[in-house]
């Protein structure tokens, strides 16, 4: 395993090298034709240099003859000056930052057609001979003005931005003719209260030569006259794609203005006016505005005091107008008009919408075909409305919409198993109505109990082993934890189709082994911790603390299956299931997640509720020595040797497969048959697995408290010289 993740990095680094190069070599190129442009510019400028000081000569010339100089005649002076500032400009503009022709064509060609308002300073992608501008303060962006900088983008989200700041940058933006190189003007958190910023502003946008496509004037304390003035812009623009004006109190005479405008408008795709308050009256100024609109596609009107009066001809204007539905001999039968609308994306959030609203929305459903986007968040929803859009999207069957956002509404746990119903059906639906978070969500073993009724033990089972859960509902390890399997046919079946039903496909098998295996350790721990050799407690304890007592308490269902299957996972441990790696130092056998996953069952078993039959069990198998092999044959895997080392250290406090380990399988005789020849091997020669045969009879030291452990070290011949001569030049190696 190792050496395929080895293998894997080298190849990736590789990979990584190569596409270094290639770029490297891409930046060289690059430079060279930038090079050259400015040699050939050089070459130029000192041509018409040569070429005016050549006319200069033999106008001299002929002056000598005695005629007066013409009035229009320049010194050598007079063209250097002349000259030099072209130069300059050519200088700067190849620095970073700057506009170019090529940049102009692409710019043209390439208009965006929707902008995500969330993220205002990625709208599109800056073209690699203009990167993108920092954010900068007024007076920084007035001096690079000045200096010949052209901006693409203007940001002054640093907020606290006044009217007359404002007003100073665009007039310097025309004082220079650089309004038609601005793309994005983000101007949110100003200070503009003052309608003659705004009105400036406008004018600005209604220059024939200003192309801008984003504007953002969130939280600016806009006032109803400055909305009519942006308003007026709005009418006349025919570039300007997202506009934000969330945050200004717009009320409904704001919004007349806004809808006015956006009747004559064409261009805008983009419209987020949240955390605004118009109210119903601007809800239904807003829908009677966007009938037939042809270009808006995102719509954000969250936190808007919006009620289901306002609702409700907002969803006819977006979504259609529903009328009724009705179940008949061939099925659902839904009469309605679906609207013309081209918003993909609506968005309202924190609008107290309630239950009513609710059913409004949910009725729309049934009718919308161009929605694909629904944003719900907390607008005080209970199960009822849960319950009827799942069923609406049930009954519908095939709908637009991808996405709905219901997360912050307060949902029962039968609500949620409709709504879970529909994500199983439909994949590909983004339905959330829970908050992600770091933490595990808690249920009661009342839900827990529904949840299982729904979907059924068997169902349950089968659908996690193959790999399919039910998320975004609830957790694979909360679920399973929480279950109580008491059904013997119901795990034999599990069992079976886990472990001992191979399929075709061979990788598909050892997946739902693994599955398999994950699956019981769950049902057996229930909500008590994971452990494995990471939680080992032996080097923490001394004396007879170490012994593990035999568990005296009747085995669940599930441990009995478990303690069934213990001689087949011992057998699949000498299953040969994974190619072997070949490598420039030879072949590598490689472990693979089956055995792996085994080894951890086992070691649970052993630490967690230890019992007769899966000690006797363990015995038959010949398990300590099927692990010793193994200990050996993967010598490269150190996870692998950690589980042995584990497994090893519970045999050892555990009383019958302690005298086992030094009667029936020699543990003392295999740790002198592998550590003699790897210990006398230099450090950097030695195989992995010498290490853990040092811990492995530091743990057999710590058992010298047993008579028959002291006897077995005692009786065995070559023990005690092994002890003080390499196992001590071992340990002073490692100090």
């Not at 009718?367 to 199960?383: A, I, M, Y």
Request: with cysteine; hydrophobic share 40%; glycine share 4%.
């Amino acid at each position: 395993e190792e050496e395929r993740i080895a293998k894997e990095a080298e190849e990736a680094r590789i990979a990584k090298e190569a596409e270094k190069k290639r770029l490297d070599e891409e930046c060289v190129a690059k430079e060279q034709k930038i090079e050259e442009k400015k040699i050939n510019e050089q070459k130029d400028d000192e041509e018409a240099l040569m070429a005016a000081l050549s006319s200069e000569m033999e106008k001299q010339e002929i002056l000598s003859e005695g005629e007066k100089p013409p009035q229009t005649m320049l010194d050598r002076e007079a063209i250097t000056q002349l000259i030099n500032p072209f130069t300059e400009l050519k200088k700067e503009d190849n620095q970073i930052g700057t506009f170019s022709p090529s940049v102009s064509r692409l710019e043209r060609k390439e208009t965006p057609t929707k902008i995500d308002l969330e993220e205002w300073k990625d709208i599109a992608e800056e073209t690699e001979s203009l990167e993108a501008d920092e954010q900068l303060d007024v007076g920084a962006y007035i001096d690079l003005l000045d200096s010949f900088r052209k901006f693409r983008s203007i940001d002054l989200s640093s907020g606290d931005t006044t009217g007359a700041e404002l007003i100073q940058l665009l007039c310097k933006l025309e004082e220079t003719k650089k309004v038609r190189y601005l793309k994005r003007l983000l101007l949110p958190g100003g200070l503009f209260e003052d309608e003659k910023c705004m009105i400036k502003l406008s004018k600005f946008l209604q220059r024939r030569d200003c192309r801008v496509t984003a504007l953002d004037l969130g939280w600016c304390s806009i006032s109803s006259e400055g909305v009519k003035a942006i308003s007026e812009a709005i009418t006349k623009s025919k570039h300007l794609i997202a506009l934000n004006l969330e945050g200004n109190d717009i009320t409904e005479t704001g919004i007349s203005y806004l809808g006015v405008a956006l009747k004559k408008n064409r261009s805008i795709t983009n419209l987020a006016l949240s955390n605004n308050i118009f109210g119903d009256a601007g809800a239904i100024l807003l829908a009677n505005c966007l009938i037939d609109h042809p270009t808006i596609q995102y719509l954000d009107l969250g936190s808007c005091d919006l009620t289901c009066e306002g609702l409700l001809p907002l969803c006819e204007t977006i979504m259609g107008k529903f009328i009724s539905v009705e179940e008949d001999e061939e099925g659902i039968v839904i009469e309605g008009e679906p609207a013309k609308s081209k918003i993909e994306t609506l968005i309202l959030n924190g609008n107290d919408l309630g239950d009513d609203g609710g059913l409004i929305i949910g009725n729309s459903l049934y009718v919308v075909e161009t929605l694909k986007s629904l944003q719900l968040r907390n607008c005080d929803f209970s199960s009822a409305t849960g319950m009827h859009i799942a069923t609406v999207l049930a009954e519908r069957g095939e709908y637009s919409i991808r996405e709905l956002d219901m997360i912050s509404n307060e949902f029962d746990i039968d609500a949620e198993l409709a709504l879970n119903d529909i994500v199983i059906d439909d994949p590909e639906l983004q339905l959330k109505w829970v908050q992600p978070t770091l933490e595990k969500r808690e249920f009661t073993p009342e839900e827990i109990a529904k949840i299982v009724i729904h979907y059924e033990v068997p169902d349950i089972l089968h659908n996690l082993l193959c790999g399919e859960n039910l998320l975004p509902l609830i957790d694979n390890e909360t679920l399973l934890s929480s279950m109580i399997v008491d059904d013997e046919e119901v795990l034999s079946e599990f069992v079976e189709e886990a472990f001992f039903a191979p399929d075709d496909d061979e990788e598909f098998t050892k997946l739902r082994f693994v599955n398999g295996i994950d699956m019981l350790l769950l049902l057996m721990r229930g909500d008590q911790p994971a452990k494995t050799f990471l939680d080992d407690d032996f080097d923490e304890l001394n004396g007879e603390d170490l012994l593990l007592p035999l568990s005296e308490d009747p085995l669940t269902v599930v441990e009995q299956f478990v303690c069934e299957c213990i001689p087949g996972f011992i057998d699949r441990l000498e299953v040969e299931d994974t190619d072997d790696l070949e490598t420039p130092n030879g072949t590598v056998a490689q472990l693979g997640p089956v055995k792996l996953k085994i080894m951890e069952l086992i070691c649970f078993v052993l630490d967690w509720n230890v019992s007769q039959p899966v000690v006797q069990h363990l015995l038959d198998s010949c398990a300590p020595l099927i692990v010793m092999q193994m200990m050996c044959k993967y010598h490269r895997h150190s996870i692998l040797h950690l589980y042995c080392l584990y497994f090893f250290r519970l045999c050892l406090r555990i009383e019958n497969l302690r005298e086992s380990l030094f009667t029936k399988f020699g543990i003392l005789d295999f740790v002198q048959v592998k550590a003699t020849p790897e210990w006398n091997k230099s450090p950097a020669d030695r195989l992995s697995y010498s290490g853990s045969l040092a811990l492995l009879v530091d743990a057999i030291h710590r058992l010298d408290f047993s008579d028959f452990v002291c006897d077995a070290m005692a009786n065995n011949a070559t023990w005690n010289e092994f002890e003080n001569t390499l196992y001590c030049k071992y340990l002073s190696e490692v100090e």
